[in-house]
C-alpha cells in the first residue's frame, strides 16, 4: 500500500521524482569512501554511523580522506553520549557520572555499556562502542585532542541538566533554551571547526569569530526543535522555553489543542524569529570554507534547516504530526548546497522570500519577522549584489538615446563644416581660374567710389562723332 502511495504521489508530483532521479545519477561525490581498504573495526563505526545518522551520514562519507574518518567518529562519540542522555530509563545517579566521565571510557581499551532500555535506538553503539574506542586511537593526536575536549564540556553540560529537576519539567527562560542548545549544537560546531582548521580546510580566521561557530549549531538546533515539537510533546519533554510560548496560552498542554490554533501559530513565529537571527551568520561562516568536500557537509544541513523553517512556519500541522521537507525537496537541495556560497545564499533568498509570504500581518511578531527576513536578503546583497534586469536595461535604453542624440549633434555639426569648406573651395578656384584669363581685380577694386553711369559717359566723350 505504501508503495502504491509514493507511485501515485510522484505521478502527481513529476518534479520530486524529477530532483530524485537527477541527485541518484548525476550527483558525483568529490571524495568517495573505499570501504575495501579499511580494517574491520572501522567499516563497524560506519555500520553504525549509517543506523544512528540519517542526515548526517551521507554527507560525512563523502568528506575528503583527511577529514572523513576523524569527523565519523566525533560524531559517533557524541551520539554515544547523547544515547545516555536521552535514555530516561537509566537513573540520574548512574547517568550524571557517567556523561562527565564518558572521555576516560574513550581511552580504555575494550570499554562497553549495555544498560540502555531496550527500546533505546542507538543502544547498539555503545555495545560495541569497543570498536569506535580502537579507531580512534589511531587518529592524529591533534584531532583526538579536539574530539575529547568538545566530549568533555558537552558531557558536563548534559550531566548539569540531567540533574536539574526544574530543566526535566521544560525549559523556562529563553537564555536557558539558549544554553541548551549551546551544549547540544554550538559544541559541535566549535568542535567541527577546529578539525577543519586544523586540517587546513577552513580559514583560521573562524577561531576568532566563535559567535559564527555558534550560530551554525544553534540554527540547526532550534529548527530541529521547533519541528519536532509534537514527538517531544508526546515524549513528555519540552524545549520551548515557557518566556515563549506564557506569552500565548496558560498551560503547555493548550497548544496542542486545535481551539488555540491561531495562538499557537502565533507562538511558532515567535521561535521561528528566534531563530532567523542565525541565518546571516551561518551564510558568513561558509565563507570560511576553503574545501569543496567541507563546504558540501556544512551547507547541506543549513540549506535543509531554511527550508524546514520555511515548512513549519504558520504551520499548524506541527501540533499535531511530525512534519518534514519531501524527499524531492531535499535531493533538489543537496543538488544545489554542493555547488557554492552565491547558489546557496540564493537557496537562503528564496525561502526567507516564501517566509515572508506567509508572514500575516495579524501576527505579533509580523514586524520583527520582517526586518529579520530583510536583514538575510540584505547580508546577501553585500555578498553578491544583485541587478535589476529591467532597471540595467532602461539605463542601457538611456544611454544608447544620450549617445545617440551626441552623435546626431556632431553629425550636423560635421555636414554644415564640410558644406561651407566646399563653398569656400569652389570660390576660390573659380576666383583663381578668372584672375589666370586676366581678370584685373586692381581696376574692379578701383571703381568703389566711381559709378558705372559716369565711367560709361566719359568713354563716350573721347568718341569722334563722325566715327557714328
Known amino acids: 500500500m505504501g508503495g502504491l502511495k509514493e507511485v501515485l504521489y510522484y505521478m502527481f508530483h513529476p518534479n520530486q521524482l524529477r530532483a530524485i532521479i537527477q541527485w541518484k545519477v548525476w550527483h558525483e561525490p568529490v571524495y568517495q ?55 530516561m530509563t537509566i537513573p540520574v545517579s548512574v547517568k550524571e557520572p557517567m ?40 587518529i592524529k593526536p591533534h584531532y583526538y585532542d579536539i574530539i575529547e575536549d568538545i566530549t568533555i564540556k558537552m558531557g558536563n553540560g548534559m550531566a548539569d541538566y540531567a540533574i536539574n529537576a526544574q530543566f526535566l519539567a521544560g525549559v523556562v527562560t529563553v537564555a536557558e533554551y539558549e544554553k541548551y542548545c549551546h551544549y ?39 529548527v530541529n526543535i521547533i519541528r519536532d515539537v509534537h514527538e517531544d510533546f508526546e515524549d513528555n519533554r519540552r524545549f520551548w522555553p515557557q518566556d515563549i510560548w506564557s506569552k500565548y496560552v496558560d498551560k503547555w498542554e493548550d497548544l496542542f489543542d486545535p481551539k488555540n490554533r491561531t495562538q499557537a501559530l502565533h507562538c511558532t513565529s515567535e521561535m521561528v524569529l528566534n531563530a532567523l537571527k542565525h541565518a546571516d551568520e551561518c551564510l558568513l561562516y561558509m565563507a570560511g570554507i576553503k574545501e569543496q568536500s567541507v563546504f558540501n557537509f556544512i551547507a547541506i544541513p543549513q540549506t535543509m534547516a531554511i527550508a524546514t523553517l520555511d515548512l513549519v512556519f504558520q504551520n499548524p500541522k506541527i501540533f499535531s504530526s511530525h512534519i518534514k521537507i519531501t524527499k524531492g525537496d531535499a535531493c533538489h537541495l543537496m543538488m544545489q548546497s554542493t555547488q557554492n556560497l552565491r547558489i546557496v545564499c540564493e537557496v537562503f533568498r528564496k525561502y526567507a522570500r516564501r517566509i515572508a509570504q506567509k508572514n500575516d500581518p495579524r501576527d505579533p511578531n509580523y514586524l520583527e519577522i520582517s526586518m529579520a527576513l530583510g536583514k538575510i536578503e540584505q547580508f546577501i546583497e553585500t555578498l553578491f549584489p544583485s541587478q535589476n534586469v529591467k532597471h540595467v536595461k532602461a539605463l542601457h535604453a538611456e544611454k544608447v538615446n544620450d549617445s545617440a542624440s551626441s552623435g546626431e549633434f556632431w553629425e550636423s555639426l560635421m555636414l554644415v563644416a564640410a558644406v561651407l569648406f566646399f563653398l569656400l573651395l569652389v570660390s576660390a578656384l573659380m576666383l583663381g581660374a578668372a584672375w589666370a584669363m586676366g581678370a584685373r581685380w586692381d581696376t574692379i577694386l578701383s571703381t568703389g567710389s566711381t559709378s558705372s553711369v559716369e565711367e560709361a559717359a566719359k568713354i563716350t566723350a573721347k568718341i569722334a562723332h563722325g566715327e557714328l
Open 184 to 222: 547540544v549544537a554550538g559544541l559541535v560546531g566549535d568542535g567541527l571547526t577546529r578539525l577543519f582548521v586544523a586540517g587546513g580546510h577552513a580559514n583560521p580566521a573562524l577561531l576568532d569569530r566563535p559567535e559564527l561557530t555558534e550560530s551554525m549549531g544553534q540554527f540547526l538546533q532550534k
Open 33 to 87: 569512501r573505499d570501504p575495501s581498504k579499511e580494517a574491520p573495526t572501522l567499516q563497524s563505526c560506519f555500520k553504525f554511523l549509517n543506523m544512528t545518522s540519517r542526515s548526517f551520514a551521507a554527507v560525512i562519507q563523502e568528506l575528503n580522506h583527511d577529514m572523513l574518518v576523524p569527523v565519523a567518529l566525533f560524531y559517533l562519540a557524541l551520539r554515544g553520549l547523547d544515547t545516555i542522555e536521552d535514555d
Open 99 to 138: 556523561l562527565r566521565d564518558f572521555y576516560k571510557y574513550m581511552k580504555v581499551d575494550g570499554w562497553t555499556f549495555d544498560g540502555n532500555g531496550p527500546d533505546e535506538k542507538d543502544r547498539e553503539l555503545l555495545v560495541h562502542f569497543d570498536e569506535v574506542i580502537t579507531e580512534m586511537k589511531k
